[in-house]
């Protein structure tokens, strides 16, 4: 099993519609989880970090499932602009930080 | 956030050349940065972290002799690709730890893409 999983899509949705990602990780001593978006030919970019209660940040809400292992990225409302593939990465425990990211999940949304 | 220069950010070059990125950390000290590779619809691979004032630390695959790096201070890191082959052609992208409040995070760079001929 790979440490970080993640379906890579793509995710193909119209615009306003309400599309949700999952990230699995196989290190259950794994402390820190976060979500990046990743443009075409550009650098990922921190969206937003995941915490233990769960976070929003506008249309964007993270959740953290320690017991089943996953993280998910829920987008409401989306935006052409949201376009883009969307990376997780998982914080290794023990003071090393040594993020493991997943292959990105892709999203495309459309008029 | 923090941000993290890197340059050049694209490079050509002849084969059996060798190739110098630097990574930058500008508004803050980072003691560790790491350096990836991303090859088109690939996931981000890590090659190596890069300690300040120490060797690095590579992964498994990845050639030391080969992929050169130097963390001279608190917000440099190069990365030397030594006799580059097109099989080394791939953007590679170099990020830098920073400490926001008692969450470790990493920022980016924008990435340099070589290509190899």
């Known amino acids: 099993r790979k440490e970080v999983e993640q379906d890579p899509g793509p995710f193909n949705v119209p615009e306003g519609a309400t599309v949700a990602f999952n990230c699995t990780y196989s290190n259950s001593a794994s402390q820190s989880f976060f979500w990046y978006r990743q443009d075409c030919r550009k650098e990922p970019k921190l969206l937003m970090s995941?915490?233990?209660s769960g976070n929003e940040d506008g249309r964007f809400t993270a959740q953290l499932n320690r017991a089943s292992q996953y993280i998910s990225l829920l987008i409401r409302d989306s935006k052409l602009s949201d376009s883009a593939t969307y990376l997780c990465a998982v914080g290794s425990s023990g003071g090393s930080y040594i993020p493991t990211f997943g292959r990105g999940t892709s999203l495309i949304v459309h008029p | 956030g923090a941000v993290v220069s890197q340059h050049p950010s694209r490079v050509i070059c002849k084969s059996g050349t060798s190739v110098k990125i630097e990574c930058r950390s500008l508004d803050f000290q980072a003691t560790t940065m790491f350096w990836y590779r991303q090859f088109p619809k690939q996931s981000l691979m890590l090659m190596a972290t890069s300690n300040e004032g120490s060797k690095a630390t590579y992964e498994q695959g990845v050639e030391k002799d080969k992929f050169l790096i130097n963390h001279a201070s608190l917000t440099l890191s190069t990365l030397t690709v030594t006799s580059a082959h097109p099989e080394d052609s791939s953007f590679y992208i170099c990020s830098a730890r920073a400490r926001i409040g008692s969450t470790d995070t990493q920022y980016f760079g924008p990435g340099t893409r070589l290509t190899v001929l």
């Open positions: 995941v915490y233990s």
